[in-house]
Every structure is written in structure tokens, then in C-alpha cells.
């Protein structure tokens, strides 16, 4: 399925749908908890957000990591990105998918300039666009994961942003590291993009794309 062909929604349609059918699951973005660099405590946050306030929906999430086996993975729109098109390349990445049901899917990603939440189809379109332009070292590969299983296995100590040296590459989070009763540190399970290996299952961006994206037929 080419993602350029697929069927937008109008603003007019996406407000009447998100009014009756979808909750909102979070407050402005700017409100959420948010470290630059640390995409994945960032949705970990989101999760454990959810779990406290609206535990209902959480059946209803998933974690998406975004990356490759060289760790180059191209996407547009990031805050980050310094030319018009925002085009960031990340070793990987982390966000939240709402999945209401087989045809309505909302990507909460706190680094993107999309608005807070995004439908998915309009997400994928300008964020991944497509591989097939691209060389096979950027294709995009993602291992979904259900939020209540991140948020029950994940754990990092956060090794990973600190030099040699021991000092940090980036300011980590206030709050203590994420580690559960059997681990302090996995996240490169989560990063990771072999298949049958590890949490979650592992797509590329077609098979992605179908997953959470149904057009009526």
C-alpha cells in the first residue's frame, strides 16, 4: 500500500470524530513531562500517566520504537530539525500510539511540530514518508510494544547518555531512573530491530503502516 495514497481526513471530519468517540488522553503538550534526548522515560511518563488516570484506556496503547541496524533512521517534522523541513536523523526514537479501534489511531510525539495528538495516517505521511526513496540504511524499522508491558518490563539506567568520562552527554530526567524487580537496564532489547527478538513485535514501514491503518473499502 503506497502511504501517499492514502485517504486524508478534513479538519471538519477529524474534530466530529475525536469529539464522539476519543478521549483525550493528555493535557497540552507542554504540560507533559519532557527531557530532550530522553524519548523513551518521556513516553514511559505518558504511560505511567495513563495507568493512574484513565487505566481503562490503557489496553488501548502501544509503544512504537523507531530505528535500525545502523541506528540512522530519518524523520521529518522534529522539533529538532533545523531546515524547513524539519528533518531530523535519530539513532532511534520513541512514541505513543492511541489505537481507539481497527480505524481511528492518534500518535502522541512530544519532539514532533505536528499538533498533540496527530491522526495516524497524517503522522506517517509527514514524519516517515516513504522508503522507497531512501537507501537501505535509513529504512525505518519498528518494534510496538503494549503500553501496559512497557511499562511493567522497561528499565534504564541510562548509561547510554554518558561519555567515558562518566559526565553527561545530556541532562538526565529529576526523577530516579526507570528499573523494575528484575532489571535496571534493557533498553537496547527495545532498540534492537531483529525479528522474533525481544518485547513487542517488530514491523517495517509498510507492515506498520497496516497495523494501525485501515481505509474503508
Sequence with gaps: MSINAQVHLTNNE???????TLKQLFPKRDECSHVSCYCEENVWKL???VSLRIPEELDRCFIVFISNPCRTVPLWKQRAGR????LVIWDYHVIFLYSWDNKTCLVYDLDSEL?????????????FRTDQVLKSDFHRFFRV??????????????RHMKRPDGSWIKPPPPYPAI?????THNL????????????????????FVQR??????
Design 188 to 207: 537496547d532489547e527495545y532498540i534492537n530491530m531483529d525479528l522474533g527478538v525481544g518485547p513487542g513485535q517488530v514491523f517495517n514501514l509498510t507492515d
Design 14 to 20: 477529524n474534530n466530529k470524530k475525536n469529539d464522539k
Design 145 to 158: 510494544v503494549p503500553a501496559k508491558q512497557f511499562l511493567q518490563t522497561f528499565a534504564s539506567d541510562r
Design 115 to 127: 499538533p498533540f495528538p496527530t491522526f495516524f495516517h497524517k503522522y506517517v505521511t509527514e514524519t
Design 83 to 86: 531546515e524547513e523541513d524539519r
Design 179 to 183: 528499573c523494575t524487580p528484575t532489571s
Design 212 to 217: 494501525f491503518y485501515k481505509i474503508n473499502k
Design 47 to 49: 504511560c505511567q500517566d
